[in-house]
């Protein structure tokens, strides 16, 4: 083996890159190792290519709205080859960022698959050279759960559906978390007729309710079939022209399906067991609030960890563990008060409690809640609403959660989330004067409850 790294990184995502970069800055020699792409799910096979194609969907809406605000459309006709090449280019370009990144703060690259050795030393996978690290850092990211039903072969995960060759005529999704509801809502606008199976009795559990529903009524009205109280047992055919199975006795005919049944923590196979990591049911590995493993010198940061799976998340735990070791300033990633977004059609932007959180929580709380239609719909016959919802602590006036659906719904809740982790009260939100007109006013402007 050669002179120990002072830290190996195993992963190459958005957590494990930024922990090289920074230990690096702080002096350390680094390494990293990545089988794949550099970049992870974000770059290649998530958060990137997913809104390169939500924004191609959404063309299809601005055609249709065109001629109300005046212009003549002709014929559209959507090329699904050329996005999908588009969009691998992009995310090429995107990897070799990653990787000059990482080369210009002094890290060395493997591409190749590390496994843990020992407590101080991981195996490359391809040539078996040992490499001896003082440190280890786990940042392998999470994987797409296929349920084992008969002919789950037949079907694709998130991974695989950017890639497809053509688009199906129909397709069926399973699953009513938010890459599902995503995948259904840029499918059909594409010229997919989409069927979404859940579970469960709503879709986005875990989001506020009245989110949920304006989410699932605008899901309807594009036509969008939405199964509730239902789950694939199992999938049979070939490629192009399969048959789903439900549980209810009932069958559907599809050219693809995408199972979006939840993620798993990427952590088998990696030589966790072999130095006595600790990892929960689901395969995360268990973590102190600094993201330390149950063995001294070795930590985990990002899905694989499934505290809290988004990117900015795993950004931010791999700088605090690179601060903290390397550069003498310690802290720790706060996972709570966290912005998200669901990049349905209509979007979501969210952050804080919901109200069903804020009651179980013991919070005696107000709602402000609006529904109006938004400028981009006032000159066409487009019924589709936008909806705005404060939940607000009646005791400290102070708002706990903000809860947006429509248009940039996303980009409105990002300084929403500056206030809501100052603290702010409803008063404060009140006495900001509205930028007029814009949707983003109604969160300023909106003054008796409705509960």
């Not at 950017?162 to 199906?168: N, S, V």
Request: proline residues 4%; hydrophobic residues 40%.
């Amino acid at each position: 083996m050669t002179e120990p790294y002072d830290l190996f990184v195993i992963g190459a995502g958005s957590g494990g890159t930024r922990a090289a970069r920074i230990a690096a800055s702080h002096g350390a020699r680094v390494a990293i190792a990545e089988d794949f792409r550099y970049g992870g799910t974000c770059v290649i096979r998530g958060c990137v290519p997913k809104k390169l194609l939500v924004l191609s969907s959404r063309l299809r809406d601005e055609f249709e709205r065109a001629p109300a605000y005046g212009w003549h459309v002709e014929e559209t006709r959507f090329d699904w080859a050329r996005l999908r090449d588009a969009k691998e280019q992009e995310i090429t370009r995107l990897e070799g960022i990653y990787r000059r990144n990482l080369e210009n703060a002094g890290v060395v690259l493997f591409n190749d698959r590390a496994v843990i050795d020992s407590v101080d030393s991981v195996m490359l996978q391809s040539s078996g050279d040992l490499v001896a690290a003082r440190r280890i850092l786990i940042a392998t990211g999470g994987w797409p759960y296929k349920p084992p039903i008969p002919g789950a072969d037949l079907t694709i995960s998130s991974n695989e559906i950017f890639d497809l060759a053509e688009l199906p005529g129909a397709m069926v999704i399973e699953g009513g978390g938010y890459i599902g509801v995503e995948f259904a809502c840029m499918m059909q606008r594409m010229g997919v007729s989409v069927t979404l199976i859940y579970r469960g009795n709503k879709i986005l559990r875990g989001f506020d309710d009245d989110l949920r529903d304006h989410v699932s009524e605008a899901m309807a009205a594009a036509g969008i079939t939405i199964r509730l109280h239902c789950q694939i047992t199992s999938v049979e055919g070939r490629p192009g022209d399969l048959t789903v199975h439900c549980d209810d006795g009932s069958s559907l005919r599809a050219g693809q399906v995408m199972l979006a049944t939840g993620r798993i923590p990427n952590s088998r196979g990696i030589g966790l067991e072999k130095v006595g990591v600790e990892c929960d049911y689901r395969g995360a590995i268990k973590v102190s609030a600094d993201s330390r493993t149950s063995v001294e010198n070795i930590w985990a940061v990002g899905d694989v960890t499934d505290r809290l799976a988004l990117t900015p998340i795993a950004i931010r735990e791999g700088h605090a563990f690179a601060d903290t070791v390397f550069g003498n300033k310690p802290w720790v990633c706060d996972h709570h008060d966290v912005p998200a977004a669901v990049f349905a059609t209509p979007e979501i932007g969210t952050v804080g409690l919901s109200e069903a959180q804020a009651r179980e929580q013991g919070y005696d709380v107000l709602i402000f809640r609006s529904r109006f239609r938004p400028m981009t719909n006032v000159l066409c016959e487009e019924p589709e609403r936008m909806l705005m919802k404060l939940v607000v602590d009646k005791a400290t006036d102070r708002v706990l959660g903000v809860h947006i659906c429509g248009p940039d719904a996303g980009e409105i809740v990002q300084m929403a989330g500056i206030a809501i982790k100052m603290k702010a009260t409803k008063a404060q939100f009140d006495d900001t004067v509205a930028l007029h007109p814009s949707a983003a006013e109604e969160l300023v402007t909106m003054r008796e409850p409705v509960a």
